[in-house]
């Protein structure tokens, strides 16, 4: 069966640095976009950031409140996504979701589209 095992997440206080994997097993990222989501308590699941494919190479998404400070990344010959987050801020508290689609290798920031999910790692920061 498909699984997404996403670890990596802990408690750290503001300015400090964290890597977040997901591990794909029964299925190859291939062609297939994926992404990062978190959710804090009593908020939704949004976007963090998405890689996609493309002939030149892949693409990279981040939602404002994240950028220059997260790098997503992956190595497809090991079916291993990183997302690696510095300075880190009380507000990225949440906990955070790898996940995978299985129809397209676009970038995309909805839910909807993607099929394949983690279990979910809790990042706690603290100021």
């Known amino acids: 069966q498909v699984r997404l095992a996403d670890s990596g997440g802990g408690s750290v206080q503001a300015g400090d640095s964290l890597r977040l994997s997901c591990t794909a097993s029964?299925?190859?990222?291939?062609?297939?976009?994926m992404g990062w989501f978190r959710q804090a308590p009593g908020e939704g699941r949004e976007i963090v950031a998405s890689i996609g494919w493309s002939r030149s190479g892949d693409i990279t998404y981040y939602t404002d409140s994240v950028k220059g400070r997260f790098t997503i990344s992956r190595d497809q010959s090991a079916n291993i996504m990183h997302l690696h987050m510095s300075d880190l801020k009380p507000e990225d508290t949440a906990v955070y979701y790898c996940?995978?689609?299985?129809?397209?290798?676009?970038?995309?920031?909805?839910?909807?589209?993607?099929?394949?999910w983690g279990q979910g790692t809790q990042v706690t920061v603290s100021s």
């Open positions: 996940a995978g689609r299985s129809t397209s290798g676009d970038v995309a920031l909805e839910t909807r589209k993607y099929t394949y």
């Open positions: 029964g299925w190859r990222f291939t062609y297939y976009a």
